[in-house]
């Protein structure tokens, strides 16, 4: 069955910069899991960051320049965890990947704008941005009817012993 990146904090474990989680109760997801189709990333963490941790947004694309607020250079963690995340997403081939809304590595379509003021801009995460660069369609726990959507317009797997009776 088709395997499905998914930020780790949006399934329950407590890696976000402020130690805590972003846990998505959804009985699609927890089909999901149960069928051990979900493959957890928190490319933050894959990186070598510690949790918690100061936020970082990005300062700059070209070339990519992450910092906390007060000027620690995360860019390094952020290029390693998003090179990790993108070998994981291979490795498990996934079809998809639902990621974390506006962080600086999940973000799939915005991010805040580097100057640590709530304002988003309309530019992917590092991370979100690489697997979308390497062809995978990236959700957000907004976009999950579309990322179901997509899931079910899926070819089934003949072999699958996974019961393919709608939920929800
Ligand atoms: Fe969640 Fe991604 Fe941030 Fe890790 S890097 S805490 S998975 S949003």
Redesign the pocket.
């Known amino acids: 069955m088709d395997k499905i990146l998914v ?3 949006l399934l329950g474990a407590p ?2 910069y402020d130690g805590g989680h972003s846990l998505i109760n959804h009985p699609k997801i927890a089909r999901w899991k149960s069928e051990g189709r979900l493959i957890s990333v ?4 894959l990186g070598g960051l510690p949790t918690p941790r100061p936020p970082a947004e990005i300062q700059n694309r070209f070339p990519i320049l992450v910092t906390t607020r007060d000027g620690r250079d995360f860019t390094p963690q952020f290029l390693a965890g998003a090179e990790m995340a993108m070998d994981i997403a291979q490795e498990y081939n996934v079809c998809c990947a639902l990621m ?1 809304a506006r ?1 600086p ?2 973000g799939n379509r915005t991010t805040y704008d580097g100057n640590f003021t709530g304002t988003e801009s309309n530019a992917p995460g590092i991370t979100a941005n690489e697997l979308i660069r390497g062809g995978i369609p990236v959700f957000n726990e907004n976009e999950l009817d579309e990322l179901i959507e997509f899931i079910d317009s899926r070819p089934r797997d003949p072999q699958s012993r996974f019961s393919d009776e709608p939920i929800n």
């Open positions: 930020s780790a904090c890696v976000r928190c490319p933050e963490v974390k962080s590595s999940c």
